[in-house]
């Protein structure tokens, strides 16, 4: 089969967001088994949304429809998240955002019936159980293939951006793992995961797709775990760095800033696309997951060392000046999360007030429930 | 049995004394239950109460046998602490949210009675108030046996999450029920008019013992910053003083360890209380309970008795069944999952002796008791086969990889 990826065309910066949430048993904050209960009941009562099995039992994905703008975005999301919490009530679950659970223990998560879910936990084995992490993802319209690659490249140099931004995963198996973001690491457990092949434009990533193609390692675009990857079939960029955050607002912030910085990128399509740009591409990966918005990352270009927070901080005034359309509220959003501190820190402040993550859990399940300006730390 | 009796009477003439006889017993139950479950692979549960039973037959063939002291009021201690842990588990405020899991408690329950009721009095002409009694018992279904699969295999999700909601609210309803019938029937046989209003104040009363339970012990926590062990023989203390204050007061223990349990759940903002897992006391209290109860069971009954308890046996799983499965879209499941609920409600143990014992005690109820205890019987080896069935066909087991 040489059957070419056919990229389709979509409007030019248009967004679409999925967030993978957790179903979380109220009695111990650990993670249930609902997914499969919640997504049924909810799309009974509501056809219309979008609301997804995810790999294993104890997740669910929602995703928005395609929208122009933050207020479009937000209003999908907290639609969205209002329908699923007012199902799991029925069900007496609990749902949240966060990147990773902090305690669940993976040998205990099920496989959801499903064919591309059998196939994945046949071929990863006992990865696709651990890959019950919770990642935003967020789509980019874009007009054509060359402009996707080129905004894939575009993007790469802010992904640690991105994920200080979102970081929400400081704990794992009832650690603190010193990570902002721990999710992250267990996605690289995964052969294709990373960043995408340096190609210039379609055409080279059509040839290195057929080439993988022919080898048998893949079968469609589902099947890499790249941190950016093109989306021909929606006609996007997507971008699945983040972590889910702690609230439906936040996410929509993120990817109101996505959408800013693509247009950015996509406003300087004359500069040419130079693979140096990956030189310190995984150093400030790490410096993002590792510390978040105190990381220190390179940049690719001066080589000068800059504090992730400072780096964005400029980037979003960058946007303010450059990319009109971007919504105030959004920019403003991120700046308070530069101010306060992520929602790793967020997390970590919780637990101490707390004192268990079983009770760190309930305070999760509360704060997705809000929206982000009734919400005080 | 004359070669049991002279082997009991030469081994106590040495060192077997009665005490010492039943802990063998037991010690023996033990051993065929876990070797029945590494070779059969049938559930524990199932495996210790089979074991008791045979202990009870034990005492049933042997005179020398039958002089061991039986630990009765231990079994019910054991219930106690067990209920308490079922209440702990229970979430009410589920109800408020979604009502029509109130609704389904209550038809599954009145479907049972119901079920029970037509076939004893139009298929086996029993008498109508034996029969009323039995379909009280049977309304009942054991949270205890739930709980103890449920976590037997790690199970998660809502098939035994509601079968634990489910099978709390019908123990209330029969054991309110059957105070309600005792008074009645009592009254009609007796003229004590004031036992009419027994059930208020049975309910009244254990809901005022658990909460005074449940502030005792969330001030012996606080002075004391009980964990482990320590809160374990805590919480067993406060049962036992709810086991003896109880029925002096003429309230129901079982009641008051449930509320008891309700009010921890209900009141433990900081979970310390609900994070408590009570380990190895836990699973001892829980294997020394189902020895207890399968030795707990008479072993008589004629071959009518069997085949009338089969019959009942049958069709109260099969309302349970119906009632769930029917209710299940307004209460938010798909029906299929909904008639696994109804399937992991099959069984009835010590709560259900307990109310069938109390019908031995009256004049003109032992048929109704000896029906009650049989069905009870089979129930007790069967039900945790099918609720193990249903949790693990709702792959609800994180035991073992699905």
């Given at each position: 089969m040489n059957e070419l990826l056919e990229f389709h065309p979509s409007e030019r910066l248009t967004l679409g967001v999925e967030l993978e949430l957790q179903l979380i048993?109220?009695?111990?904050g650990d993670l249930t088994r609902a997914a499969s209960d919640l997504v049924a009941i909810t799309q009974t009562r509501h056809p219309r949304m979008d609301i997804k099995l995810e790999i294993t039992e104890s997740m669910i994905e929602i995703a928005t429809g395609i929208q122009r703008d933050y207020a479009g975005v937000l209003s999908d999301l907290r639609a969205l998240r209002d329908a699923v919490c007012e199902s799991a009530k029925l069900l007496n679950v609990g749902v949240c955002g966060g990147?990773?659970?902090?305690?669940?223990?993976?040998?205990e998560r099920h496989i959801v019936e499903a064919p591309r879910m059998n196939y994945i936990s046949d071929l990863y084995g006992y990865l696709a159980k651990q890959f019950t992490v919770f990642g935003q993802h967020v789509h980019v319209g874009c007009p054509d293939g060359d402009a996707a690659i080129r905004l894939v490249h575009g993007l790469s140099r802010y992904i640690p951006h991105f994920i200080a931004l979102a970081a929400?995963?400081?704990?794992?198996r009832g650690i603190d793992?010193?990570?902002?973001?721990?999710r992250m690491n267990t996605v690289a457990?995964?052969?294709?995961?990373?960043r995408m092949p340096f190609v210039h434009d379609w055409e080279q990533f059509n040839a290195y797709f057929e080439k993988m193609r022919s080898t048998g390692i893949?079968?469609?675009?589902?099947?890499f775990y790249w941190d950016i990857r093109p989306k021909p079939e929606y006609g996007t960029v997507e971008v699945r760095?983040?972590?889910?955050?702690?609230s439906v607002d936040r996410a929509a912030a993120l990817a109101s800033y996505v959408q800013g910085v693509a247009r950015l990128v996509l406003e300087h399509a004359d500069s040419a696309i130079d693979e140096?740009?990956?030189?310190?591409y995984s150093f400030n990966r790490f410096q993002a997951c590792r510390f978040g918005l105190r990381g220190e990352i390179v940049?690719?270009?001066?080589r000068a060392r800059v504090r992730l927070d400072q780096d964005i901080r400029t980037m979003v005034e960058s946007i303010r000046a450059?990319?009109?359309?971007?919504?105030e509220p959004a920019l403003m959003g991120l700046e308070q999360c530069l101010d306060r501190g992520n929602d790793s820190s967020w997390l970590r402040a919780e637990l101490a007030r707390v004192g268990s993550l079983g009770m760190l859990m309930r305070a999760s399940t509360q704060r997705f429930l809000q929206n982000e300006e009734s919400f005080s730390r | 049995m004359p070669e049991i009796d002279r082997l009991m009477e030469g081994l106590e003439?040495?060192?077997?004394n009665p005490f010492s006889m039943t802990v063998l017993l037991f010690l023996a139950a033990l051993l065929s239950a876990e070797v029945t479950v590494r070779v059969?692979?049938?559930?524990r549960i199932v495996s210790l109460v089979v074991a008791g039973a045979a202990i009870g037959w034990l005492r049933s063939v042997s005179a020398t046998a039958s002089?061991?002291?039986?630990?009765r009021s231990l079994l019910e201690v054991l219930a106690l602490v067990l209920i308490f842990e079922v209440g702990q588990r229970v979430p009410l405020s589920w109800l408020r949210r979604n009502p029509w899991l109130l609704v389904t408690s209550l038809a599954e329950s009145a479907l049972t009675f119901a079920g029970v009721l037509s076939i004893l009095v139009l298929?086996?002409?029993?008498?109508m108030v034996q029969s009323v009694f039995v379909g009280v018992i049977c309304m009942a279904s054991s949270p205890i046996v739930v709980m103890c699969v449920s976590k037997d295999l790690a199970a998660r999700g809502q098939i035994a999450e509601r079968a634990l909601l489910l099978s709390t609210l019908s123990s209330v309803y029969a054991v309110l029920g059957m105070q309600f019938l005792l008074s009645g029937y009592l009254a009609a046989n007796?003229?004590?008019?004031?036992?009419?209003v027994q059930p208020l104040v049975q309910l009244l009363g254990s809901f005022v013992l658990g909460i005074l339970a449940a502030g005792v012990l969330r001030l012996y926590v606080f002075l004391t910053d009980a964990r482990g062990a320590v809160l374990t023989i805590g919480i067993v203390c406060f049962c036992l003083l709810l086991y003896a204050a109880a029925p002096p007061l003429g309230i129901s223990p079982v009641l008051s360890s449930l509320f008891f349990g309700l009010m921890i759940r209900a009141t433990d903002r900081t979970h310390r209380l609900l994070a408590h897992q009570t380990s190895e006391a836990g699973v001892m209290l829980s294997v020394g309970y189902f020895v207890l109860l399968g030795a707990s069971f008479r072993w008589m009954g004629t071959a009518m008795t069997v085949v009338i308890a089969m019959a009942i046996s049958v069709l109260r799983i099969g309302a349970k069944v119906l009632a769930n499965s029917l209710l299940a879209r307004p209460a938010a499941l798909q029906p299929g999952r909904g008639a696994l609920v109804g399937l992991a409600l099959a069984p009835l143990s010590s709560l259900a002796l307990i109310l069938a014992a109390s019908l031995s005690?009256?004049?003109?109820l032992e048929q109704a008791s000896d029906l009650a205890s049989m069905v009870i019987l089979m129930m007790a080896v069967s039900g945790p086969l099918l609720t193990e069935w249903a949790l693990r066909r709702a792959k609800e087991s994180t035991r073992q990889s699905e």
């Open positions: 048993d109220h009695r111990d990147g990773a659970h902090p305690f669940q223990s993976w040998t929400s995963s400081p704990f794992l793992t010193a990570y902002d973001c721990s457990a995964f052969p294709l995961s990373g893949v079968q469609s675009m589902k099947d760095v983040f972590d889910t955050p702690l140096d740009a990956y030189l310190v940049d690719p270009q001066t450059n990319a009109p359309g971007i919504a | 003439s040495g060192l077997i059969a692979r049938v559930p002089l061991m002291p039986l630990p298929t086996f002409r029993i008498p007796h003229a004590e008019l004031e036992g009419a005690q009256h004049a003109g």
